[in-house]
């Protein structure tokens, strides 16, 4: 019985077995594949879409292979077409684990491809993928002088090469001869100019070529003998005019005057002039004993313009050599000799103008980075710089490209500060990218470069709000942050100020706690406007201060005239500031205080806005530099004050017969006149001043007052707001 059962077990297990085993065999059987079946290789991406690239260049890019089941799939693929290739090896075989694939277009020539890749797995599923890109035609790159320039398609980037030295070149500079390349930088010989007349001087003008102007006053020799010029003979002396004050005393019954070139103590006869006219004032004569002077008369505009009238953003002023005014706006078209019976509209958007090379160089209205050459009264082109054409790889990094700031650094060097987005973000960002190109006198490169600082990489719109060239050419640009959005810009602290050479090569930089604003330089002095410390130009260092603000400052070789603490350009701020009642003078470079003016009782200085004008201050004697600036009275007259630069004394003061609408907030001078602005009513020490206002402009007649011959350093100082410390002067 026992052995039976046994028996009997084993044939039901051998039973069972063979069950197993055969629906394991009929199980475990990969079933044949259905037609129109999918299969289960996948990839990720059905189109694969490269950036664009350019002929020479490369572009990768990745796709993933898939299986959607649990077992391997053995995989055959097509071959991949040029310009596509592989980068790594397509799997034979596929896993459950994703298969990461690299993939490379490198097209030779441009136009546009497209190719299949296609995979066939063993169970009969296929995955396509379509392989597409562009190839752009190769941008030219415009080199600098002495360089070339190619489009390197695999950085991207115009990559430029010295040419040998002693290439020939275009200096850009019509008083530069026989140039050739040395080291990179174009030199030339000096063009020689003489007319053959001892009385003017030669002078080569960057764009025109030889012109004589009148020779500096010959010297003389005491208080009555004068200089003298003859045009062969050049240079001699001759007896001053009979009456030349030429002594202390100066009244009429007793006064030190000239008598046949000897200083000789007279009693003065009647009508003979024994005081200086002013711009309000007639001279005064004697009678008797004393001199009389007619009364003062008020000064009234011959010629003005109020752009709320007519609708249009003007708010900036320039004032061209002979007298005629340019007006501009906020991506407003600028209005040339605007106080002519015919102004002429220049027909393009500059939102600020200067004078070079006796043309107008205007910021054009932004997104390709342009900056124009044009001619004073008609706007007629003489060249046209842009910076996206010139640098096609700086314009595909950037978006909205456009000019920041300008500063002429000589006759033969300009520079332009380019402000950007960085390309792939919106306008909404405050991100920035700045661009430093050097022109010649021709606007052609001499340099151009990325400026870079951890400052300028913060994203709270870095921007420069001072920029100002020294006598040498060399280049200060000061940035800080901006503490609004929009419009006219308002700086933070702190604040970078980075120093180049006359040809962009980096000098120095410096990090300073303060904010930001206009600059000014003298004789190797840097001065800031909302500092008191004046900074050497040679690497940044401190050299002198002052115990007050340098503000809007004007200065000759010897002297140095601040704003006075209290005054303002913007609109709205007088109310809440303390009484201006003072000027201040300083010596340079030492900045000791040497005088002090103050003005009348009741009367109150009220604007940041200097200037340096010539004023003929005595019969026979060469004419006395003033600094102009304005008051107002107990009875809110508006009031221009002329002091003395070398003492401190008043010269004048003069009723500017007009209803203020603010305080003045920029004034011009013209040969013979003075140009106001008034009325603008947004920020004035902001970039750009005055943004989107609707300013008021008046010219007031002042026969015998010229701008000064001095350096013009200062927010809009002189003429075309250039911050150039002239190598003239």
Known sequence: MARATRAGGVGWAFILWATVLGTCLTACREPPPLVGAEGRLRLSLS???????????????EVRVLNAGRAPLDVTWTSVEAPFSLVDALPARVGASEVPVRLRFSPQAQGTYEARLIGTASDGGRAELVLAGEARPTPECQAVVCASAVFDPVSERCVETRLPDGTGCDPGNACLSMATCQQGRCRGLERPCDDANACTTDVCHALDGCRAVPAPPCPGAGACQVGTCDSKLGCGLADAPDGTFCGTERGCDAADVCVEGACARRNLPDGFVCA??????????CRGPVCERPAAVSLEPDWILDAAVRGVNL???LVGPEGDVTLAGFYASALLDAAAPVPMLSGDAARRCMLWNDRLLCMDLPEDGTVSLVERYTGAPRWTFN????????????????LARLAVMAPDRLAALFEAYPAGLNRETLCRMYFLVVLDAYGQMVSAQELSDPLLSECNHPHPFGVVSDALGDLYVSFSQTVNVGAPLQAGAPSLMMAFSSDG?????????????????????????????????????????????????????????????????????????PMATQ??????????PVWT?????????????LRLASWPDAPGRPPRTLVLTTATNGNNDQLLVGVGMSDGAEAFQCRLDYSALTTPQLMELAPGALVL????????????PFAYSQARFQRFPMPGLLPAKEPWPGTFGGPGHDHHEGADH
């Open 47 to 61: 189109r694969l879409d490269f950036p664009p690239a350019y002929p020479g260049g490369v572009r990768e890019a």
């Open 276 to 285: 200086a006219a002013s711009p309000c004032q007639a001279e005064g004569r």
């Open 505 to 577: 090569v980096p000098r120095w930089r410096k990090s300073q706690s303060h904010r930001a604003g206009e600059l000014a330089v003298v004789d190797g002095l840097l001065f800031q406007e909302r500092a008191a410390q004046a900074l050497l130009t040679a690497d940044g260092s401190v050299a002198a201060s002052i115990p007050q603000q340098f503000g809007r400052l004007v200065a000759t070789r010897g002297r140095l005239v601040p704003s006075a603490p209290g005054t303002t350009v913007n609109p709205n701020d007088g109310g809440s500031l």
């Open 315 to 317: 708010h900036d002023l």
């Open 387 to 402: 910076l996206s054409r010139a640098r096609p790889d700086i314009a595909q990094r950037t978006t909205s490209l456009f």
């Open 597 to 609: 003016y103050s003005v009348r009782s009741g009367q109150q200085l009220t604007t940041k806005e």
């Open 677 to 688: 602005m008034d009325g603008a009513n947004t920020c004035g020490e902001c970039d750009p």
């Open 583 to 592: 000027l201040k003078g300083f010596e340079l470079p030492s900045l000791n």
